[in-house]
C-alpha cells in the first residue's frame, strides 16, 4: 500500500502562501496513494508557469519541458511505455495558449493521459498578465483597458471534439477535487481536469470567496454526465453559478494506443529487435 | 570616432533599463506592437501597454496573442502594408519565431525587436547569455548589441534607420542582456521626443499591400530564382554595413551621442593585446583595462556592435598591428567548441596576410558571474600565447570542476 507521504519530495515549496496550487497538490497525492499506484510508476510532465512546478513538489518521475509543451512528450512517453502512468500538468497560459494547439489535437488522438489544468484565468509566473481563460473586462499590467478577447472555453472545446472525460474542479474543495482526479486516472482516454486555481497575488478578480461563492456540484443535481449534448450546454455556464464536477464521461472510444497494432504485446520500449529480420530484406536489395 | 556622450546632469533620469527601452520604442513612433510576456523582456512591453493606454503613442495598436510565434507573424502581416511594427522577447521566445524570422527577412519587413537576451533551457535558466540571439545569425536579421542602457535604447532608433532605409530594407535585432541591462536602474537621458522628427523619417515602403496598389507578398520562388532572393539579402546586408555607421554618425550629429558604429574601439593604438565582445560585459572589460594599463599592460578594447552584418574589415583594420586577439562569447556552438566571436573572427582573417593568434573564451554563461580576475586572467593566457604560442585556442571559463 502506498501512504499520501510516498509521493512527498523534500524540496522546498516555492508557491505564494495561500496559493490554489496547494490544494492540487494535495489532491493529486490523495488521489494517487488512493489508486496505491507507486510512484516509479508515474510520470508527470509539465511545461513553465507556477503550474510547471507542481511536479518538482512529488516524489516520482518528472519530466519538465518547454513552456505550452507538456502534452506532446507526455504522448511520446505514453506510446513507448505505456506501462508509466501520464499526467501532464499545466497553467491556462501553458495548456490553451501557448500549447492550445497540441491540447485540441491531443483530445482527437485520444491517448491514454490525464491532463490537470491549473486554470488561475492568468499568467502567474510572469506576473500578473491575461491569460486565455482570464474573465472580459479584467484589467492587467498590459490589457489597461481589461481584457477584450473571449475567453477560452476548455471544457466545450474538449466535449466538442469527443473527449471521453472531461471534468472541472475547484483548488478550494480538496476532497471533491481529490475525487474527480481520482476518476480522470482510472478513465483510459485522455482525461481533462480543469480546476479553479485561485492565484492570490495576481489575479484579484477570481479570488477563493469568488469562487466559493458560485461553485455548485453537478452530482449533486439531477446531472446525467453520459449526455454529450447536455454537457456542452453545461459547460456554457459561467458567471453566478460554476459548476464543478464531471460534465461527460464516454467508455469504450479506442485510445490512440489501442489504435498503434504494435504496442499490442507490449510497450515499445520492452520490444526486442531481431536484427536477422533485416537481413532478409537486404537480400531483396542483392 | 570613439565613444562620446554630450551629457549633462540635468538631462538625465533615473528609470529602469526597460524603460528607457519602451520610451525610445514609443518615440519612434510604432504602428502596432505585438509582443508575448517572458522574463526578463515583460517589463518593456508593459511599460510600452501602459504608455498606449495612457495615450502616449498615437495611432498604435498593441495586439494581445497567445504566442510569440503569433507576435511576429502579427508584425509580418503589419509591415507588409506599410506599419512600423516593433516586437520584444528573449529566449525561448526568440527561438520560438525561428521560422517567422525568416519569413520577416525574406519578405525585406523592417520590424525592429528588443532581444533581452537570455540563456536556452534545458536546463531551465532565465540568467543572461547571450546563446538566444546567436543561434539566429543565419536568419537575415541585422543584429546590434548594446553595451548599457542608454545604448540599448538609442539603439532602438538606429535600428528602425537603418532596417528602413530603402537600400537594406531588413529586419532588425537589438539586444540587450537580459537582468544585467533590462532590469536595472541607471541614469539615463531618455530619447529626446522633439528631436526623432530631424533623425527619423516616416516609414514609406516602397512596396506594401494596398488596395489601390495590388501586391503579392511572400510569393514562391523556384530554383530558377530562390538564389537571386537570397542574392539580394546579401546584397542589402553589405550595404548595412556604411549603413550602420552612418546611422550612428547622424545620431550623434543629432542627438550628441555616440557609442561606435558597426565597432568602437577603446585604447587599442598601440594594443599588443585585443579583448573582442559585445553587450554588458563591455563595461567591466574598460575597467579591466584601465587598472592594466596602469601596469603598463597594452591591452585595448574592440567592442562588436553588429554581428549581423559582420563588420569583417572594421575588426581586420583594429587587429592588424596587433600579437593576439581574445574572443569573449556568451554562446557556444557545442561540437566546434567556440562562441561565435572566435569563429567569426578568426574565418575573416584567413585569406588576408594577417596573422595574428586568435583565442576564444565561453563566459558567463546561464548568468555566471564574471569577475574582473577572471579576465585579468585571460589576459596573463594572452600574453603566454604571445611569448610562446596557442596551447588551447578555445575554452570554457571558471569551470567548476567540482561539478564535472
Ligand atoms: C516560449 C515561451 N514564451 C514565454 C515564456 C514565459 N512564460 C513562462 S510561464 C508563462 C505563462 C504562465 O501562465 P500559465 O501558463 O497560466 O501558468 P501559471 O504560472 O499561471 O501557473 C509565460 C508567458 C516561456 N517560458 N516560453
Ligand atoms: S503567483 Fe499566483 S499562481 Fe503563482 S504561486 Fe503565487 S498565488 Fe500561486
Ligand atoms: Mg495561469
Known amino acids: ?286 | 570616432m570613439v565613444e562620446l556622450r554630450n551629457i549633462t546632469k540635468d538631462m538625465m533620469t533615473v528609470v529602469e533599463g526597460s524603460y528607457a527601452v519602451a520610451h525610445a520604442t514609443k518615440v519612434c513612433k510604432p504602428n502596432v506592437i505585438s509582443a508575448y510576456p517572458i522574463t526578463p523582456q515583460t517589463h518593456i512591453v508593459e511599460e510600452l501597454s501602459q504608455f498606449i493606454a495612457d495615450g502616449e503613442i498615437e495611432n498604435c495598436d498593441y495586439i494581445n496573442v497567445e504566442s510569440e510565434f503569433s507576435a511576429l507573424s502579427t508584425l509580418v502581416g503589419s509591415s507588409a502594408t506599410g506599419a512600423r511594427t516593433y516586437s520584444s522577447t528573449t529566449s525561448q521566445g526568440l527561438a520560438l519565431m525561428h521560422e517567422v524570422l525568416f519569413n520577416a527577412s525574406g519578405m525585406r519587413l523592417p520590424i525592429v525587436v528588443t532581444v533581452v537576451n537570455r540563456a536556452l533551457s534545458a536546463p531551465i535558466n532565465i540568467w543572461n547569455d547571450q546563446q538566444d540571439s546567436v543561434s539566429e545569425r543565419d536568419s537575415g536579421w541585422i543584429q546590434l548589441y548594446a553595451e548599457d542602457v542608454q545604448e540599448a535604447a538609442d539603439m532602438v532608433a538606429q535600428a528602425y534607420k537603418v532596417g528602413e532605409d530603402p537600400d537594406v530594407m531588413l529586419p532588425v535585432m537589438v539586444c540587450m542582456d537580459g537582468f544585467l541591462l533590462s532590469h536595472v536602474y541607471e541614469p539615463v537621458v531618455l530619447l529626446e521626443e522633439d528631436l526623432i522628427d530631424d533623425y527619423l523619417l516616416p516609414f514609406d515602403p516602397k512596396y506594401k499591400l494596398d488596395p489601390k496598389d495590388p501586391k503579392t507578398f511572400g510569393a514562391f520562388a523556384p530554383p530558377a530564382s530562390y538564389t537571386e532572393f537570397r542574392y539580394a539579402q546579401e546584397q542589402a546586408m553589405s550595404a548595412a554595413l556604411d549603413k550602420i555607421e552612418k546611422a550612428a554618425d547622424d545620431f550623434y550629429d543629432v542627438f550628441g551621442r555616440y557609442y561606435g558604429g558597426l565597432i568602437d574601439e577603446y585604447k587599442t593604438d598601440d594594443a599588443d593585446i585585443i579583448i573582442m565582445a559585445k553587450g554588458s560585459i563591455i563595461g567591466t572589460i574598460r575597467d579591466v583595462i584601465d587598472n592594466l594599463r596602469e601596469n603598463g599592460v597594452k591591452v585595448g578594447l574592440l567592442k562588436v556592435r553588429a554581428l549581423r552584418p559582420f563588420p569583417k574589415d572594421a575588426i581586420k583594420e583594429v587587429v592588424k598591428d596587433s600579437s593576439v586577439v581574445i574572443t569573449l562569447d556568451k554562446n557556444i556552438s557545442p561540437g566546434v567548441n567556440e562562441g561565435a566571436l572566435c569563429t567569426e573572427t578568426k574565418a575573416c582573417m584567413y585569406n588576408s596576410d594577417i596573422n595574428v593568434p586568435v583565442i576564444g573564451y565561453m563566459i558567463g554563461l546561464g548568468g555566471r558571474d564574471i569577475p574582473e580576475d577572471t579576465i585579468e586572467n585571460i589576459v596573463d593566457e594572452a600574453k603566454e600565447v604571445i611569448n610562446s604560442g596557442i596551447s588551447t585556442e578555445s575554452q570554457f571559463t571558471d569551470l567548476r570542476e567540482d561539478l564535472i
Request: include cysteine.
Open chain 1, 1 to 286: 500500500m502506498t501512504s499520501k507521504g510516498d509521493y512527498k519530495n523534500k524540496v522546498e515549496i516555492e508557491w505564494c502562501p495561500g496559493c490554489g496550487n496547494f490544494g492540487i497538490l494535495t489532491s493529486i497525492k490523495n488521489a494517487l496513494s488512493g489508486l496505491d499506484i507507486p510512484p516509479h510508476k508515474i510520470l508527470i510532465v509539465s511545461g513553465i508557469g507556477q503550474s510547471g512546478k507542481l511536479p518538482h513538489y512529488l516524489r516520482c518521475n518528472v519530466f519538465n519541458g518547454l513552456h505550452g509543451r507538456a502534452i506532446p512528450p507526455a504522448i511520446g512517453a505514453k506510446v513507448s511505455n505505456h506501462d508509466l502512468n501520464v499526467i501532464a500538468v499545466g497553467g491556462d497560459g501553458d495548456m490553451y495558449g501557448e500549447g492550445g494547439n497540441h491540447f485540441i489535437h491531443a483530445v482527437r488522438r485520444n491517448p491514454n493521459i490525464t491532463v490537470i489544468v491549473h486554470d488561475n484565468q492568468i499568467y502567474g509566473l510572469t506576473k500578473g498578465q491575461a491569460s486565455p481563460t482570464s474573465d472580459i473586462g479584467m484589467k492587467t499590467k498590459v490589457q489597461k483597458h481589461g481584457v477584450m478577447h473571449t475567453p477560452f472555453n476548455s471544457l466545450a472545446t474538449a466535449i466538442s471534439l469527443d473527449c471521453t472525460f472531461v471534468s472541472r474542479g475547484f483548488a478550494g474543495d480538496v476532497k471533491h477535487l481529490s475525487g474527480i482526479i481520482k476518476q480522470a486516472i482510472e478513465h483510459k482516454g485522455l482525461s481533462l481536469v480543469d480546476v479553479l486555481q485561485p492565484c492570490v497575488t495576481f489575479n484579484r478578480l477570481n479570488t477563493f470567496k469568488w469562487y466559493k461563492e458560485r461553485v455548485y456540484k453537478l452530482e449533486e443535481t439531477d446531472y446525467n454526465p453520459n449526455d454529450k449534448t447536455k454537457a456542452f450546454e453545461k459547460s456554457m455556464e459561467w458567471g453566478d453559478n460554476i459548476p464543478i464536477g464531471v460534465f461527460y464521461k464516454r467508455e469504450g472510444k479506442p485510445t490512440f494506443e489501442d489504435n498503434l497494432p504494435v504496442l499490442e504485446s507490449r510497450t515499445l520500449v520492452d520490444q526486442e529487435t531481431d536484427p536477422s529480420m533485416a537481413d532478409e530484406l537486404m537480400d531483396g536489395f542483392t
